[in-house]
């Protein structure tokens, strides 16, 4: 030890020793910048030039003295400054302020700057200052102030000391957005207290600007006040509701509805409730409404009072005035509209009533009331014949038709005539275009148009005349003659009769509303009569015969080509079948009245009006050579198609000197709805099973497709198998069922337990296999057919 302190004395005295020795020789200044150079040359020294070259230091002082600026400037130096103080090149001074920042992680290069921990700890405290001060602070205003960038203060210095020196939290809607704890108190307290003191609705931008209260803060705090009352939504025109507001809205609707059972649009608007159905079904979920334009009414109302009392005038077959049993305050328009809805759910059948002017009737007592019209209507026919007006429009009437029918053959031949002159003058050309010219030919093809004609009564033909008669003279065919239809009873004549028996009722106004009701019913049933009696009389016999012939003809023709287009809705198997059978039953009916017809014109004797195939073939060789071949390819036509039998029935009628009525296919649906009708009361009256079940299969056939068949019993299995699609499975089931049992009753011996057994289920079913057929609809069958 005391070795080692003597060595130390020594070289301390050497290096005294040293220092006080002069120098022996001395370096000029260029020498001293030769051997730098070389120095540099051999990369033995690195050195670092000032921007006027005139000195040099090394990278290490150079990073010592940067270290030094940034500590001289508190903890944040700009690069630019720090170069142009130490007068070195930028590029080098960022080189080693990067150098700086990688190696100590407490010194952060940002946008050109060098920034320590002190200065962000300084800025925290600042930044925990001015948040203490206001409340509420973003990162942008920060930026703006420190200029610095948001994601360094965010994350370097705001959310790093979030908690240690910042005394406050982030937004967690908005991380961006710091406030203090006391901030979000003093909010609740202003937000809590503003809508304590609200008692109406009030706009939300209102609130806020009174409170001067963030609309953010406001939304994120409203649900940890729990308000007494609830805000509509978050957007710029919200409202704020108090419950008290509410609950008095509430009470007022509950208290209406419980006295009047129905509540007015209006009046609930004027509450400050916008849309008023959604209350309603919002405010009583367990209640069901109708709804009109008006008003709402209650399911009970309406089903206790308005069906109940609808139901007792079916059955005592009277009137019911409606202003009676609905609320005093409903308009006619709402009680029109309370009867059409209740129809629209078939609460009751529409057809037993009529809604005039809130006065329902049932169709029985109205029936009553018109009842001596019906003699009236006798009464005018009778004189109508006696006088000689109806066989006048008669005349009239066949006159006109004949005229049509003569114009049309007319404007048939012009365009044969324009057909035929178009083709001289093709034909004509063909030796044009000089010696390279080409032959032209042109073909004719002839098309074999169906001529076939609603079946109609005699007011139907009135209709037909006029329509054409007008649409002749719209169109331009002023020489299409038209009959005025004949009204033999009139509008005022229903009035007198009808009217004493609605003065004692006090509903002497609705007169001529129900007389305009029945007035075209009543026409029709005194066209009939006159008719009736026309035909009466013998010296029109002869000329009836072939107008009823005509008529019957025409309605035929009318009938089978509905049922063509039933019938093309099967198999081709099965739709050969039909119209096998069609042709056999229709067919033959138009083959008899046409030969038996003809028969009377040739003055030939025929017993029997029954006739069968050989018979007609016999009937019509013996008749004159006008009808002969027409019958007999008719009779040929009978085993075709369809169309072939339709154009031989033309051959025959035109022979006749009988007129083919146009079709009219704006009447089908008509005439659909009757037949429909007529099968529907057919299956009313309707007591044997195998006929029930064809009967309700031709109805559901109708109803589904839109279209009338006839078959016979033997195609009801087919039928049914092609209406399963539209049925549900518990009504297929039915049908099979019923189907099954049928075929066993006509399988087994009437006395038998196992047919005893069946006619007993059957009788069960029959009521339900009844009701499907009646009462079946399809959605997109309308309310007229």
Same mark, same amino acid.
């Given at each position: 030890?005391?070795?080692?302190?003597?060595?130390?004395?020594?070289?301390?005295?050497?290096?005294?020793?040293?220092?006080?020795?002069?120098?022996?020789?001395?370096?000029?200044?260029?020498?001293?910048?030769?051997?730098?150079?070389?120095?540099?040359?051999?990369?033995?020294?690195?050195?670092?030039?000032?921007?006027?070259?005139? !000195?040099?230091?090394?990278?290490?002082?150079?990073?010592?003295?940067?270290?030094?600026?940034?500590?001289? /400037?508190?903890?944040?130096?700009?690069?630019?400054?720090?170069?142009?103080?130490?007068?070195?090149?930028?590029? *080098?001074?960022?080189?080693?302020? !990067?150098?700086? $920042?990688?190696?100590?992680?407490?010194?952060?290069?940002?946008?050109?700057?060098?920034?320590?921990?002190?200065?962000?700890?300084?800025?925290?405290?600042?930044?925990? !200052?001015?948040?203490?001060?206001?409340?509420?602070?973003?990162?942008?205003?920060? @930026?703006?102030?420190?200029?610095?960038?948001?994601?360094?203060?965010?994350?370097?210095?705001?959310?790093?000391?979030?908690?240690?020196?910042?005394?406050? *939290?982030?937004?967690?809607?908005?991380?961006?957005?710091?406030?203090?704890?006391?901030?979000?108190?003093?909010?609740?307290?202003?937000?809590?207290?503003?809508?304590?003191?609200?008692?109406?609705?009030?706009?939300?931008?209102?609130?806020?600007?009174?409170?001067?209260?963030?609309?953010?803060?406001?939304?994120?705090?409203?649900?940890?006040?729990?308000?007494?009352?609830?805000?509509?939504?978050?957007?710029?025109?919200?409202?704020?509701?108090?419950?008290?507001?509410?609950?008095?809205?509430?009470?007022?609707?509950?208290?209406?509805?419980?006295?009047?059972?129905?509540?007015?649009?209006?009046?609930?608007?004027?509450?400050?409730?916008?849309?008023?159905?959604?209350?309603?079904?919002?405010?009583?979920?367990?209640?069901?409404?109708?709804?009109?334009?008006?008003?709402?009414?209650?399911?009970?109302?309406?089903?206790?009072?308005?069906?109940?009392?609808?139901?007792?005038?079916?059955?005592?077959?009277?009137?019911?005035?409606?202003?009676?049993?609905?609320?005093?305050?409903?308009?006619?328009?709402?009680?029109?509209?309370?009867?059409?809805?209740?129809?629209?759910?078939?609460?009751?059948?529409?057809?037993?009533?009529?809604?005039?002017?809130?006065?329902?009737?049932?169709?029985?007592?109205?029936?009553?009331?018109?009842?001596?019209?019906?003699?009236?209507?006798?009464?005018?026919?009778? $004189?109508?014949?006696?006088?000689?007006?109806?066989?006048?429009?008669?005349?009239?009437?066949?006159?006109?038709?004949?005229?049509?029918?003569?114009?049309?053959?007319?404007?048939?031949?012009?365009?044969?005539?324009? *057909?035929?002159?178009?083709?001289?003058?093709?034909?004509?050309?063909?030796?044009?275009?000089?010696?390279?010219?080409?032959?032209?030919?042109?073909?004719?093809?002839?098309?074999?148009?169906?001529?076939?004609?609603? $079946?109609?009564?005699?007011?139907?033909?009135?209709?037909?005349?006029?329509?054409?008669?007008?649409?002749?003279?719209?169109?331009?065919?002023? /020489?299409?003659?038209?009959?005025?239809?004949?009204?033999?009873?009139?509008?005022?004549?229903?009035?007198?009769?009808?009217?004493?028996?609605?003065?004692?009722?006090?509903?002497?106004?609705?007169?001529?509303?129900?007389?305009?009701?029945?007035?075209?019913?009543?026409?029709?049933?005194?066209?009939?009569?006159?008719?009736?009696?026309?035909?009466?009389?013998?010296?029109?016999?002869?000329?009836?015969?072939?107008?009823?012939?005509?008529?019957?003809?025409?309605?035929?023709?009318?009938?089978?080509?509905?049922?063509?287009?039933?019938?093309?809705?099967?198999?081709?198997?099965?739709?050969?079948?039909?119209?096998?059978?069609?042709?056999?039953?229709?067919?033959?009916?138009?083959?008899?009245?046409?030969?038996?017809?003809?028969?009377?014109?040739?003055?030939?004797?025929?017993?029997?009006?029954?006739?069968?195939?050989?018979?007609?073939?016999?009937?019509?060789?013996?008749?004159? @050579?006008?009808?002969?071949?027409?019958?007999?390819?008719?009779?040929?036509?009978?085993?075709?198609?369809?169309?072939?039998?339709?154009? @031989?029935?033309?051959?025959?009628?035109?022979?006749?000197?009988?007129?083919?009525?146009?079709?009219?296919?704006?009447?089908?649906?008509?005439?659909? $709805?009757?037949?429909?009708?007529?099968?529907?009361?057919?299956?009313?009256?309707?007591?044997?099973?195998?006929?029930?079940?064809?009967?309700?299969?031709?109805?559901?056939?109708?109803?589904?497709?839109?279209?009338?068949?006839?078959?016979?019993?033997?195609?009801?299995?087919?039928?049914?198998?092609?209406?399963?699609?539209?049925?549900?499975?518990?009504?297929?089931?039915?049908?099979?069922?019923?189907?099954?049992?049928?075929?066993?009753?006509?399988?087994?011996?009437?006395?038998?337990?196992?047919?005893?057994?069946?006619?007993?289920?059957?009788?069960?079913?029959?009521?339900?296999?009844? !009701?499907?057929?009646?009462?079946?609809? *399809?959605?997109?069958?309308?309310?007229?057919?």
């Amino acid at each position: 030890m005391g070795s080692d302190w003597d060595e130390i004395k020594r070289l301390a005295a050497d290096f005294q020793k040293a220092q006080l020795t002069s120098t022996l020789q001395k370096l000029s200044e260029r020498n001293c910048v030769e051997i730098v150079t070389l120095l540099l040359e051999k990369q033995l020294l690195e050195v670092v030039f000032t921007n006027d070259g005139k !000195e040099y230091i090394t990278p290490d002082h150079l990073e010592r003295e940067i270290q030094d600026e940034l500590y001289a /400037n508190g903890g944040r130096a700009n690069l630019v400054e720090v170069s142009r103080t130490l007068n070195v090149d930028l590029s *080098r001074i960022v080189a080693l302020a !990067e150098r700086i $920042a990688a190696e100590n992680p407490l010194v952060h290069l940002v946008l050109g700057q060098l920034i320590d921990e002190d200065y962000i700890s300084h800025i925290a405290q600042e930044i925990n !200052e001015k948040l203490a001060l206001r409340g509420e602070i973003s990162i942008s205003d920060l @930026a703006s102030q420190f200029d610095l960038p948001s994601e360094f203060l965010q994350q370097d210095v705001v959310e790093k000391h979030l908690g240690k020196i910042i005394k406050g *939290r982030q937004d967690a809607t908005n991380p961006r957005v710091f406030f203090t704890q006391a901030y979000i108190q003093r909010c609740k307290a202003k937000i809590r207290g503003a809508l304590a003191a609200i008692t109406r609705p009030t706009n939300v931008a209102v609130i806020l600007q009174q409170i001067n209260v963030q609309e953010k803060i406001f939304h994120s705090l409203l649900d940890e006040i729990s308000p007494a009352g609830q805000v509509t939504s978050k957007l710029a025109n919200a409202q704020y509701v108090p419950h008290i507001y509410a609950k008095t809205q509430a009470d007022w609707v509950n208290s209406f509805y419980k006295q009047n059972s129905f509540l007015e649009y209006d009046a609930i608007n004027k509450l400050g409730i916008s849309d008023a159905k959604s209350y309603i079904r919002k405010q009583f979920p367990n209640e069901e409404f109708l709804f009109l334009k008006r008003v709402a009414l209650g399911a009970r109302l309406v089903e206790l009072t308005v069906v109940t009392a609808l139901n007792e005038c079916s059955a005592t077959k009277q009137y019911l005035d409606l202003t009676t049993i609905l609320p005093s305050n409903l308009s006619e328009e709402d009680i029109e509209e309370v009867f059409s809805a209740i129809m629209a759910q078939k609460h009751s059948n529409p057809s037993n009533f009529v809604y005039l002017d809130s006065i329902v009737f049932s169709q029985p007592y109205l029936t009553e009331l018109v009842q001596p019209c019906h003699a009236l209507a006798e009464a005018q026919a009778k $004189a109508a014949i006696d006088s000689g007006v109806y066989q006048q429009f008669i005349v009239e009437k066949t006159l006109a038709q004949k005229g049509n029918a003569s114009f049309q053959d007319q404007d048939d031949d012009g365009k044969l005539d324009k *057909r035929d002159e178009r083709r001289k003058k093709a034909s004509s050309g063909k030796a044009g275009g000089g010696a390279q010219g080409r032959e032209t030919k042109t073909k004719s093809t002839k098309k074999h148009q169906r001529r076939s004609a609603a $079946a109609q009564n005699d007011s139907d033909v009135e209709d037909d005349v006029q329509h054409q008669g007008s649409r002749g003279a719209g169109g331009g065919g002023g /020489n299409k003659k038209t009959v005025k239809p004949l009204d033999l009873v009139k509008t005022a004549d229903i009035e007198k009769l009808i009217n004493a028996s609605l003065q004692e009722e006090g509903l002497e106004h609705l007169a001529p509303s129900i007389a305009a009701l029945y007035l075209n019913q009543l026409n029709q049933a005194a066209l009939a009569k006159a008719q009736e009696l026309y035909e009466a009389t013998p010296q029109t016999n002869r000329r009836q015969t072939h107008a009823a012939i005509q008529d019957r003809i025409n309605t035929l023709l009318i009938d089978i080509r509905l049922y063509e287009k039933g019938l093309k809705l099967f198999s081709h198997d099965t739709q050969t079948q039909l119209v096998k059978y069609l042709l056999k039953s229709l067919g033959n009916d138009i083959c008899n009245e046409l030969s038996l017809y003809v028969a009377s014109e040739c003055n030939l004797t025929v017993k029997n009006t029954s006739l069968n195939v050989d018979q007609r073939i016999k009937l019509a060789q013996e008749c004159d @050579a006008e009808y002969r071949s027409a019958l007999l390819e008719q009779n040929k036509a009978l085993n075709k198609s369809i169309d072939d039998f339709e154009l @031989a029935t033309e051959s025959v009628l035109k022979a006749c000197s009988m007129i083919i009525k146009k079709v009219d296919k704006k009447k089908d649906r008509l005439l659909i $709805a009757d037949h429909k009708n007529k099968l529907q009361q057919q299956l009313l009256d309707c007591q044997e099973p195998a006929l029930l079940l064809h009967l309700a299969a031709l109805i559901l056939f109708t109803t589904i497709s839109g279209c009338i068949l006839h078959a016979s019993g033997k195609f009801v299995s087919a039928i049914l198998q092609h209406i399963r699609g539209s049925l549900s499975d518990p009504q297929n089931d039915m049908l099979l069922r019923y189907h099954d049992l049928v075929l066993q009753v006509l399988q087994t011996a009437p006395e038998s337990d196992d047919s005893k057994m069946a006619h007993e289920q059957l009788q069960i079913m029959q009521s339900k296999v009844v !009701e499907l057929a009646q009462n079946y609809t *399809r959605a997109s069958v309308s309310k007229a057919d």
